[in-house]
């Protein structure tokens, strides 16, 4: 039963949204974080993210932190990166860390290239596979991954070296022989 309205409510909700954004993020602040959380787990990924854009960064960190990180991964994935990076610079680096793992390496590195490089070189250190987090490394922009990697080197040596470890790509090596040969 409960189930059925959260999912009636969400089919409401996101035809109200397709009609008026603005009414509905009037909505959506006016619930509590835990019932907003629950009716965008239900609508699609496009329309969590309009909502999340639609919200201060602070507002939208604590929504984002009251949804299954499966459902706010995707939705962040939908967000411009610089929305997505000032979201997440409102969030627990160990959540977000969750949040890198579920997105493509693509998505989440222009995400984290956004953020400030102590707090980008926190999330990376705890993101559970150095595979993944080599990728996100790679798919940025090199001078964003040596700056990440470098605060990543000062603050969490050994999970910089399981990164490199994991890391096949050129720009990452090449992060690499920077830091390992400073001028």
Known sequence: MRCTLLADAA??????????????????RAVRPVFAARVLAHVSPASTAAML????PAESAVLIQQMSPRVAAAALE???SGVAGDICAEVPA?????????????GAGAMVARLPAR?????MA??????????????????????????????????AVYILAASSAPQVRRCRLTLSHPR
């Open 11 to 28: 089919k409401t909700f996101e035809s109200a949204a397709a009609g008026s954004p603005s009414a509905a993020a009037s909505f959506l």
């Open 53 to 56: 854009q639609a919200r201060s």
């Open 78 to 80: 939908q967000l411009p």
């Open 94 to 106: 160990d959540f977000v860390a969750r949040l890198v793992a579920m997105m493509s390496a693509q």
């Open 119 to 123: 707090f980008a070189a926190e999330v």
């Open 126 to 159: 705890v993101v559970e596979s150095a595979t993944h987090a080599a990728a996100v490394l790679a798919a940025m922009k090199p001078p964003d991954a040596a700056l990440v990697l470098a605060a990543l080197a000062a603050a969490a040596p050994r999970a």
